[in-house]
Antibody, heavy 119, light 111 residues
């Protein structure tokens, strides 16, 4: 069974940092692109960014709203992807999901991890 | 403001059919067949229902179908059931950043 499990969310002050993890199992992680999508409470889905697999040199792409502040990485030996979030703002408060991209769509989603940016 | 436009809400009675529209531009929906639809129940993660405009992943009921005309994609749910009540989001690949865009979501109420 394909599984993605996010962790690392929590409460952080504006300007602070947080690193989210996305632990995966049940598929060939090393050959898969991973995307991050977030959802503020009561709002819609917002694409955050993507990290490609090794064959594409782990290329990353980010939404304009997080570019320069967020960094994606991955450890294929641990089947885990990461989202490093720096200079956090109140508007970054959301549930963060990691998801696979296999069917030219966001196929499998984790359960999400809540990030709250507040003083 | 979301990149793709969806109606805020739709409703239907059990057994009826409903259609949710998703309007983009020639730079996303109109130019790519990477249109997908997601169902989200309260407090749960989104679930892929349709990919590549018309395709259903394994395990998704054939009551769900997708289509596209020009810059507008549509999701149709036939034979409405109580468990279909949820939020639905469309998504498309886009030629410019952000390269993946979502609609604002549509709340489906089964009367």
């Amino acid at each position: 069974e394909v599984q993605l499990v996010e962790s690392g969310g929590g409460l952080v002050q504006p300007g602070g940092s947080l690193r989210l993890s996305c632990a995966t199992s049940g598929f060939t992680f090393s050959a898969s692109d991973i995307h991050w999508v977030r959802q503020a409470s009561g709002k819609g889905l917002e694409w955050v960014g993507r990290i490609r697999h090794k064959a594409y040199d782990y290329a990353t792409a980010y939404a304009a709203s997080v570019k320069g502040r967020f960094t994606m990485s991955r450890d294929d030996s641990k089947n885990t992807a990461y989202l490093q979030m720096n200079s956090l703002r109140t508007e970054d408060t959301a549930v963060y999901y990691c998801t696979t991209w296999e069917l030219r769509a966001f196929d499998i989603w984790g359960q999400g991890t809540m990030v709250t940016v507040s003083s | 403001q979301s990149a793709l436009t969806q109606p805020a809400s739709v409703s239907g009675s059990p057994g009826q059919s409903i259609t949710i529209s998703c309007t983009g531009t020639s730079s996303d929906v109109g130019d790519y067949n990477y249109v997908s639809w997601y169902q989200q129940h309260p407090g749960k993660a989104p679930k892929l229902m349709i990919y590549d405009v018309t395709n259903r992943p394994s395990g998704v009921s054939n009551r769900f179908s997708g289509s596209k005309s020009g810059n507008t994609a549509s999701l149709t749910i036939s034979g409405l059931q109580a468990e279909d009540e949820a939020d639905y989001y469309c998504s498309s690949y886009a030629s410019s950043s952000p390269n993946w865009v979502f609609g604002g979501g549509t709340k489906l109420t089964v009367l």
